[in-house]
């Protein structure tokens, strides 16, 4: 697997049985989006992807079943007042496809920046402009709807409305350290308008519970 370590490449050769995806991956180290099954760009921890967050064991998994069923099935059922998206949406962009911020970059509904914009559009064989239209829009955030509940669910955490928006605001990464108790790079709590997890939570999870 090959590594970006202070702007030179090497190869580095991870071990699964001992590689745990919560330990923080330094500044320095950043898998190439091009090696990941799953790109997850809005994650500050690049090497965290909903494959490899995989901390505990299936059999002691209590969300494993959750796998095999899609993730509206159980997302309408996990608290909220309305849908997850229909929550999403409100709270990203007043639900405007066309909803833009000038800051960061993020275009739509659902706020995609530009890098998850284009890994999602590639992935799913859409043009960036076909992505923009409401039904690349709803096609991208169901996919990185789906990667995150992924990713919650291998990593033994029960994929909420709460717990699959921080994985959508904060990058899957940041959410998955931030619900076992690890740290968060404080740019990206800063990006939200807070300065701790505990003051994201006040802010916004009144509005998936």
Request: net charge positive; charged share 20%; proline share 6%.
């Amino acid at each position: 697997m090959a590594l970006q370590i202070g702007g030179k490449s090497s190869s580095m050769r991870l071990n699964r049985s001992r590689y745990n995806p919560f330990t923080p991956i330094i500044e320095e180290e950043v898998i190439t989006p091009e090696l990941l099954e799953t790109p997850i760009s809005l994650s500050p921890y690049k090497a965290i992807t909903a494959d490899t967050a995989l901390p505990v064991s299936p059999q002691a998994n209590p969300y494993t079943q959750l796998e095999t069923t899609k993730f509206n099935e159980d997302i309408v059922a996990n608290g909220g007042n309305g849908s997850y998206l229909d929550n999403l949406a409100g709270v990203e962009s007043n639900n405007k496809w066309d909803a833009y911020n000038k800051g960061s970059g993020a275009y739509g509904k659902y706020q995609f920046i530009p890098s998850t914009e284009k890994a999602y559009a590639k992935k799913l064989g859409m043009s960036i402009a076909e992505a923009r239209t409401p039904a690349g829009q709803t096609a991208m955030v169901n996919a990185l709807t789906a990667d995150n509940r992924k990713g919650l669910i291998r990593a033994g955490i029960n994929p909420t409305q709460e717990n699959l928006y921080m994985a959508h605001n904060l990058g899957l990464g940041s959410a998955l350290s931030a619900l076992r108790g690890g740290p968060v790079k404080m740019k990206y709590l800063k990006g939200q308008g807070v300065s701790s997890i505990s003051e994201w939570r006040r802010k916004f999870a009144p509005r998936f519970n």
